[in-house]
């Protein structure tokens, strides 16, 4: 229905387990691109107003099985691609995702839902085009993590997974199986690998040099004769 | 005492299903009754409710928009008319499959009878009729389980216009179509969309193994129609 038209404007996600850095580099991306006066809009996961209620609730109450939580983790990246995303490419806007489908590909097939399924639910998001993934080693993420937060949440720390009754345990060997599925995702999804382990400056540097080269002509001219 | 449930056999679904289900076995009948509002479902389901506990069976009945986790949410938005169409089908299967997960299959695996006031074939059709691909609908419900019979209420749009004006004064927004801009005529909004919605449970009819009903006759007779159907399929299993 949508297809049909092709959006005119451009994706760009950044993917990776909490801890990897790649808050830090959208929002600097965001920005830049502000700076140089492009027309952007920043979403991120799970953050729809009307979804993101029942959401909390149903993780309050640990009401939800793998399949409720993709459905809603689902309706919520739906809402905002209805309202938001989609509109917003076609309009011509630089659209930024903090997280994108591949994070429910990760952590619901992690859960036990069928990778094929997931896909599926899926089906209608545009590809993005440029998905940032944010490479670093478990360890470093996790002790990121566990260093500033005295508590982790039940579904975060992949509780519901019954991986060891040591929440930061559990949130342990949890992310590192999120990690093996991006990391089979890496290719087929042609994801742009950014080392996590690098200087923020170094990563955002390398973030926006492939960034460029999707700008429009004129702006990439401007920008190498230094005038933005 | 009459029993329903045989032996175990593996769950039937329509896609890959539950893969982190443990327990994959199930005792009980799975029987949905599909119809539009006012075409008499719930009467119906009444009725063969009381005449299944009498017969000794155990009933657990269930419908749409029940889930304790979803559904405040969804009567809200729907209120608001604020989300699109394809996150309100999504909003509906997420109820849809904490219902299955949560009271459904357990009901099964116990034995029960479920008698279901709708399943995903509403959900699909009002898809359908919306735009949105059928491929994608049935993938979607890939999680659902086979019910053992599904009845559908056919009931004549001009008949049912009359029923729902005999329960309410106003027709309701969604069961018209309002939202697909039909026509600014309430009613000939509602003629049509209850048409397309027929048209497309027809088009299901088949593929699901759907049973049409004739709806339009009076409630003894299709509720004598519907007990005879049901009689003779919880006998083909008792042996």
Known sequence: MTEKYGPKGKLIIVEGVDGSGKSTQIRLLEKW????????????????????????????????????????????????????????????????????????????????????????VYGFAVKPDIAFYFKVPVEISFDRIAKNRPKLKYYEAGMDLNLSNDPFESYRIFQGRIVEQYEDMVEPEGFTIVDGTAGIEEQQKRVRQKVIEILPKNTRRNISAGVI | MKKADTSLRPIRYYGNGIPYMEESNIKGTLIVIEGPDASGRSTHIGMITAKLEAEGHAVLNTGLRRSELVSEGIMEAKKEHMLGRRTMSLFYAADFADQLENKILPALRAGYIVLADRYIFTLMARDAVRGMSRRWSHHLFGFSVVPDLVFYLDVDPEELVHRVFQKNTFLDYYESGADLGLSDDMYESFIIYQRMIAKEFRRMQSHYALVLINGNRSIPEVNADLQKRIDNFLVTIQH
């Open chain 1, 33 to 120: 691109l502000r700076y140089i006066g492009m027309p952007v809009f920043f979403t991120e996961w799970n953050s729809s107003e009307q979804v993101k209620e029942i959401i909390s609730r149903g993780k309050r109450k640990n009401l939800l099985t793998p399949t409720t939580f993709s459905l809603l983790h689902a309706t919520d990246f739906a809402a905002r691609y209805e309202r938001n995303i989609f509109p917003l490419l076609r309009a011509g806007y630089i659209v930024l995702a903090d997280r994108y489908i591949y994070t429910a590909f990760a952590r619901d097939v992690v859960r036990g839902c069928s990778p094929e399924w997931v896909r599926h």
